[in-house]
C-alpha cells in the first residue's frame, strides 16, 4: 500500500530571524531525524514571497508572514529535499519550481509549476544552478536594499560547528565549520573541477557578504574568503 502523503505538520522551529529588509529565514527540526534546516524567506520586488525550502510554521509565525507579503512561490532544492514542500505548498496555496535535473522525481512528489529557470525574473533575486552537481540544486543571490547580497544554498555548502552536531553526525563530516561535505561529494558532486571554478568566481562577485545555508550557521560575514577556502579543498 502507498504511503498516504504527508499533511501539515509544524515541528519545533526557531523565531523568524529578520536578516534584512527583503529576507528572512527560520531554522527547525528535520522530522524524524536529529538534525536541523532552514527555511528561507524572499521579498520580492512586486512585494510577493517566495519561500526556498518548506518549513511549517506556528500559527504566529504563518500570519507573521503572510502581513510581510502575499506568499506566491515555492522553490525546492531538489526532490530529497521536499519533506514538507507538498503540504507547504497547497496550505499557501503556492506555484512550486525545482531543478530541471530532477524534473521527474519533484514532480511525484509536489505538483510543480515549472522548473526555477522558468521563474519571471526579479531585480532582488538571481539564481544559477550548482555547478558539477547532479541534482540540480541552485544557488540563489538575494540583494537587499542597501546593495548587500546574500547567498542561499541547499546542500552542497554546509557550516556547522562540532558542539552543535552529535556524535554520528561528527563521524560522516557532517560538522566542522564552512565545507562541502563528504557524502555530498560521494553522492552529489559529479565535476569538482567545474564548481570549483564556480565558487571562485562567486568570491568575486560584488557586494557578496552573507552565506544562508540551508544547514548549519548563517555566515553573516566573510563570505568571499569562505569560499576561496572551499575552493581550495575541491
Known amino acids: 500500500m502507498a504511503?498516504?502523503?504527508?499533511?501539515?505538520?509544524?515541528?519545533?522551529h526557531d523565531p523568524i530571524q529578520k536578516l534584512d529588509d527583503n529576507l528572512w529565514v527560520v531554522e527547525g527540526d528535520v522530522p524524524g531525524i536529529?538534525?536541523?534546516?532552514?527555511?528561507?524567506?524572499?521579498?520580492?520586488?512586486?512585494?510577493?514571497l517566495l519561500f526556498f525550502n518548506a518549513i511549517p510554521l506556528e500559527d504566529g509565525a504563518m500570519a507573521e508572514v503572510k502581513a510581510w507579503g502575499k506568499p506566491s512561490v515555492l522553490v525546492?532544492?531538489?526532490?530529497q529535499h521536499m519533506i514538507d514542500a507538498r503540504p507547504f505548498a497547497e496550505k499557501l496555496g503556492l506555484k512550486v519550481y525545482g531543478p530541471k535535473a530532477c524534473e521527474a522525481k519533484t514532480s511525484a512528489r509536489a505538483e510543480m509549476s515549472g522548473t526555477y529557470d522558468t521563474l519571471p525574473s526579479d531585480a532582488a533575486?538571481?539564481?544559477e544552478p550548482v555547478a558539477g552537481v547532479k541534482n540540480g540544486e541552485p544557488a540563489l543571490f538575494?540583494?537587499?536594499?542597501?546593495?548587500?547580497?546574500?547567498?542561499?544554498?541547499?546542500?552542497?555548502?554546509?557550516?556547522?560547528?562540532?558542539?552543535?552536531?552529535?556524535?554520528l553526525p561528527r563521524m560522516l563530516g557532517f560538522a566542522g565549520g564552512l565545507k562541502v561535505a563528504p557524502i555530498f561529494r560521494m553522492m552529489f558532486l559529479k565535476d569538482k573541477k567545474a564548481l570549483k571554478t564556480q565558487m571562485s568566481r562567486w568570491a568575486e562577485m560584488s557586494g557578496l557578504t552573507r552565506l544562508i545555508p540551508s544547514h548549519g550557521n548563517v555566515m553573516p560575514s566573510g563570505t568571499p574568503e569562505g569560499l576561496r577556502n572551499v575552493s581550495a579543498t575541491l
Do not use: A, C, Y
Open 3 to 12: 504511503k498516504p502523503p504527508r499533511s501539515w505538520i509544524v515541528t519545533r
Open 34 to 48: 536529529p538534525f536541523r534546516r532552514r527555511m528561507s524567506i524572499v521579498k520580492r520586488s512586486d512585494g510577493t
Open 76 to 79: 525546492v532544492p531538489h526532490d
Open 125 to 127: 533575486l538571481d539564481i
Open 142 to 167: 538575494v540583494t537587499s536594499g542597501s546593495g548587500q547580497v546574500s547567498l542561499l544554498v541547499s546542500d552542497v555548502l554546509m557550516n556547522s560547528p562540532n558542539e552543535s552536531m552529535g556524535l
